[in-house]
């Protein structure tokens, strides 16, 4: 008999040990016993499994329990945090995220933590911007291929050439872009803050036009917000931008009296469709204030998982879109990132610097909440898409 160890598949444990053969052992560069169901894990992860038990079927949970407990020893004996994204799974978001939130709120989180080490538990763009904002912590993303369809959407060097064709309009970035298109920007934004930044940098600029990307629909879900001019790039979520006003209309048959929340990536049609649009965090506030019987989230598919966590007795239909970037971070390579400390993410200093000024005044501009907030029932006005 060769040596047991428990088997990962797909990142799913399929209930077996086997023998370590042709790489079966999804972690084979862990000690013998460190993964191990013992009873010493067993009786430090016990009272977790009640957060999950809708998630994760009882006689999976002995796969799991040995990562959870090994990445919450590990955070602290290296002094580290996990910024979990509202899209991350439930095990990752219940179990081992430190701070959980929009991508705002992450954002703000960063600045706060005195953790030496900063995991990002989200995608690219976040971990970047933990690292614009804490340029002496080390951070790392647990997948170097966790993108955004958005942040690739667009370079540096389009914003260079956008502004000198629109000379002496200010251009708001959204937070889902690369650290080099930051660093050319006049000021950041989120799905929280969006309008109230649109606003006040029209204001402080003294003009009443704005170039808003990459998102072109968020682009135009602001400009009906607003009076200010929206001029917009054509980067598109691929999660959100597959949701169509005709799947709105279908679910509310099929659920008479649901409520329906979309993420202000979705297209104005579906926005226009909705009872509520706003950020991932306002869609989960909004189901905590107010505990719809039956509800669904139109954005990415954990968020459901998540919210429902907190409100079990609210009704979630789940017509969700997975973000396969979202999908890469897994708690396997969170622990194989936090333990080898793995792709670390760096920005070039001077970029930094640059991107550092664009998210700080976002991050300083006070706003109201609910001015995050979207009013599904404005007409839809005209964007020019460049
Ligand atoms: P939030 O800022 O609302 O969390 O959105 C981030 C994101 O990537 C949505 O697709
Ligand atoms: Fe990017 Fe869309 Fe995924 Fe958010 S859900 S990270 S915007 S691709």
Same mark, same amino acid.
């Given at each position: 008999?060769?040596?047991?160890?428990?088997?990962?598949?797909?990142?799913?444990?399929?209930?077996?040990?086997?023998?370590?053969?042709?790489?079966?052992?999804?972690?084979?560069?862990?000690?013998?016993?460190?993964?191990?169901?013992?009873?010493?894990?067993?009786?430090?992860?016990?009272?977790?499994?009640?957060?999950? /038990?809708?998630?994760?079927?009882?006689?999976?949970?002995?796969?799991?329990?040995?990562?959870?407990?090994?990445?919450?020893?590990?955070?602290?004996?290296?002094?580290?945090?996990?910024?979990?994204?509202?899209?991350?799974?439930?095990?990752?978001?219940?179990?081992?995220?430190?701070?959980?939130? !929009?991508?705002?709120?992450? /954002?703000?989180?960063?600045?706060?933590?005195?953790?030496?080490?900063?995991?990002?538990?989200?995608?690219?763009?976040?971990?970047?911007?933990?690292?614009?904002?804490?340029?002496?912590?080390?951070?790392?993303?647990?997948?170097?291929?966790?993108?955004?369809?958005?942040?690739?959407?667009?370079?540096?060097?389009?914003?260079?050439?956008?502004?000198?064709?629109?000379?002496?309009?200010?251009?708001?970035?959204? $937070?889902?872009?690369?650290?080099?298109?930051?660093?050319?920007?006049?000021?950041?934004?989120?799905?929280?803050? /969006?309008?109230?930044?649109?606003?006040?940098?029209?204001?402080?600029?003294?003009?009443?036009?704005?170039?808003?990307?990459?998102?072109?629909?968020?682009?135009?879900?602001?400009?009906?917000?607003?009076?200010?001019?929206?001029?917009?790039?054509?980067?598109?979520?691929?999660?959100?931008?597959?949701?169509?006003?005709?799947?709105?209309?279908?679910?509310?048959?099929?659920?008479?009296?649901?409520? $329906?929340?979309?993420?202000?990536?979705?297209?104005?049609?579906?926005?226009?469709?909705? !009872?509520?649009?706003?950020?991932?965090?306002?869609?989960? !506030?909004?189901?905590?204030?107010?505990?719809?019987?039956?509800?669904?989230?139109?954005?990415?598919?954990?968020?459901?998982?998540?919210?429902?966590?907190?409100?079990?007795?609210?009704?979630?239909?789940?017509?969700?879109?997975?973000?396969?970037?979202?999908?890469?971070?897994?708690?396997?390579?969170?622990?194989?990132?936090?333990?080898?400390?793995?792709?670390?993410?760096? $920005?070039?200093?001077?970029?930094?610097?640059?991107?550092?000024?664009?998210?700080?005044?976002?991050?300083?501009?006070?706003?109201?909440?609910?001015?995050?907030?979207?009013?599904?029932?404005?007409?839809?006005?005209?964007?020019?898409?460049?």
């Amino acid at each position: 008999m060769g040596k047991e160890l428990i088997n990962w598949e797909n990142g799913r444990w399929i209930g077996q040990t086997l023998e370590v053969e042709n790489g079966v052992c999804a972690v084979p560069s862990t000690p013998e016993g460190e993964l191990e169901y013992t009873d010493a894990v067993k009786a430090a992860t016990d009272h977790l499994y009640k957060d999950v /038990a809708d998630f994760i079927p009882e006689f999976e949970w002995p796969a799991y329990a040995p990562l959870v407990h090994a990445i919450n020893t590990l955070k602290k004996q290296k002094n580290a945090v996990i910024l979990a994204h509202n899209y991350m799974t439930p095990d990752i978001f219940g179990l081992i995220g430190d701070y959980t939130g !929009d991508s705002l709120g992450l /954002a703000i989180e960063a600045t706060k933590t005195d953790a030496e080490i900063i995991i990002q538990g989200g995608v690219h763009f976040m971990a970047e911007t933990s690292k614009i904002l804490c340029p002496n912590k080390r951070v790392f993303i647990p997948s170097m291929r966790a993108g955004c369809s958005l942040a690739s959407s667009i370079t540096g060097e389009d914003i260079k050439l956008i502004k000198q064709r629109y000379p002496g309009i200010p251009v708001v970035t959204y $937070v889902n872009t690369s650290a080099d298109v930051k660093a050319e920007s006049d000021i950041c934004c989120t799905s929280s803050n /969006a309008v109230a930044i649109v606003e006040h940098i029209c204001a402080e600029w003294g003009v009443n036009k704005v170039i808003m990307l990459p998102d072109e629909f968020l682009a135009k879900n602001v400009a009906k917000q607003t009076n200010i001019e929206v001029i917009a790039w054509h980067g598109r979520c691929e999660v959100h931008a597959r949701f169509s006003a005709q799947d709105v209309r279908d679910m509310r048959e099929a659920h008479p009296g649901v409520v $329906v929340l979309a993420h202000p990536e979705c297209p104005p049609e579906v926005v226009a469709e909705s !009872d509520f649009t706003g950020s991932t965090k306002a869609m989960s !506030d909004y189901v905590s204030d107010n505990s719809p019987k039956n509800v669904i989230l139109l954005t990415e598919c954990s968020m459901s998982d998540n919210v429902a966590m907190e409100n079990p007795d609210v009704d979630f239909v789940r017509p969700c879109n997975l973000c396969p970037h979202m999908k890469r971070i897994t708690l396997e390579n969170i622990y194989e990132c936090l333990k080898d400390e793995t792709n670390e993410v760096l $920005v070039p200093e001077d970029q930094r610097v640059r991107a550092y000024k664009a998210v700080m005044d976002m991050i300083n501009v006070k706003f109201d909440p609910v001015k995050g907030h979207f009013d599904p029932s404005l007409p839809q006005v005209g964007v020019k898409v460049i």
